[in-house]
């Protein structure tokens, strides 16, 4: 090398830095043990979510669950209940962390196995339940027809057109398009720079796909509810490959695109709910809500070993898809005969001991089942 290529050449310390980010991090936590703090989230963020429809939502005024107004069902309750809406963002922000937790170092065929055999034997059941209770009891909803149902057993009833047996189910959509769009990656092979780069790519993406308000770019790249899934994924990176600088700087900018999302989410509860929902304070809840997801899985609560809050975690799922259409009904079946605290209380214990019951002998053994079968089908 001449003299004029030394004098050319970059320092030495702008190429050790170079190097530390280019160069792929080792594994520095291979994230095997059970982290029950964050098993003890999502049962938070269920409740939260059973919280916004029962105090807050009650299925409208009129023919809703309550027969009047949440606002004057419960006066002081409405104003805290309003933001459980928020739980299911941090519902996403698990399943990003989730999902690569399920997918990296596996086949396709294993991966699609995992998310299928979790995804569906507890909805399946929810689908043929909250169906038998509106057959039964149609004082808040009417039941959907055969067809309906049929299709809704797919769990593919939005992109085919067809309405939810029950008005939660939305959100399993969006979840198989973060499965698809993450199984893009795992065709190549997870590993942490196409990772984070795809988080990167999905952010970004994001911005111009919400602004057009293009059917067939959200329906590819669900912009509206992206930035928490993409959150969870940066922080299963941060705790196996350890806290790098362009990981976290990835979480935060999708946290900020997130907050500009939140200023749309609060204006569609308000006109839903037909009171105002503050920005702020959407902006706040979920913040801490985050931080707490953070803590659970890198911080000190990381380490917390608490068995039960295991099968808590377990419980999550079921109830999220049972709660919404039968709860709404056994308040309208109840609501005059049973005060509004103790009926609340009531309905909650028994949805949670469905849930538990659903989570031991139905999700567990058939999931078991589904997921070996899916696995091993294209040796038979």
């Known amino acids: 090398m001449s003299t004029a290529d030394y004098r050319h050449a970059p320092p030495a310390r702008i190429t050790r830095r170079l190097h530390r980010y280019l160069d792929p991090p080792e594994c520095v936590s291979p994230v095997g ?18 919280a916004y429809h029962f105090v807050a939502s009650g299925a409208g005024s009129t023919r809703g669950a309550w027969g009047m107004p949440t606002t004057k069902v419960f006066p002081a309750a ?22 690569c937790l399920s997918g990296w170092g596996r086949t396709m065929r294993q991966f699609a196995a995992s998310r299928i055999s979790r995804l569906y ?22 039941p959907k027809s055969h067809r309906a149902v049929l299709v809704n057993l ?3 009833e939005r992109p085919l057109g067809v309405s939810e047996v029950s008005g939660v189910y939305w959100t399993l959509w969006s979840e198989i398009r973060f499965y698809l769009l993450f199984a893009v990656v795992l065709l190549f092979g997870a590993t942490y720079r196409r990772v984070l780069l795809f988080c990167l790519a999905w952010t970004l993406v994001s911005i111009p796909a919400e602004l057009s308000g293009s059917a067939s770019w ?40 997130e907050v500009h999302e939140l200023a749309r989410r609060s204006t ?18 979920f913040t801490v809500l985050l931080t707490l997801l953070v803590l659970c899985v890198i911080g000190p609560l990381a380490r ?30 109840f609501r005059h005969d049973v005060p509004r605290w103790p009926l609340l209380i009531a309905l909650l214990v028994v949805l949670l001991a469905l849930s538990h019951a659903v989570a031991r002998w139905v999700e567990k053994p058939v999931g078991r089942r589904l997921r070996r079968f899916l696995e091993t089908a294209r040796r038979r």
């Open 218 to 257: 959200d329906a590819v790249f669900e912009p509206s509810y992206s930035q928490p899934f993409i959150m969870g994924v940066c922080l299963y990176l941060i705790r196996r490959f350890g806290s790098r600088a362009e990981t976290w700087a990835v979480f935060g900018f999708s946290w900020l695109v």
């Open 304 to 333: 917390l070993d608490v068995r039960w809050l295991s099968t808590a975690g377990a419980m999550t799922y079921p109830l999220y898809v049972l709660h919404d259409e039968i709860g709404y009904t056994a308040i309208r079946a």
């Open 121 to 142: 034997p507890a909805y399946w059941l929810g689908v043929l339940a909250t169906t038998a209770v509106l057959t039964l009891s149609p004082t808040v909803n009417e």
């Open 154 to 156: 797919t769990m593919l």
């Open 78 to 99: 409405h104003h805290l209940a309003q933001y459980g809406y928020l739980g299911v963002e941090i519902f996403f922000a698990v399943s990003g962390f989730a999902i």
């Open 268 to 285: 569609w509860t308000s006109n839903a709910l037909g009171w105002h929902v503050s920005w702020f304070g959407s902006v706040a809840v």
């Open 33 to 50: 043990r059970r982290l029950f703090a964050v098993d003890g989230l999502r049962l938070v963020a269920a409740l939260l979510v059973v």
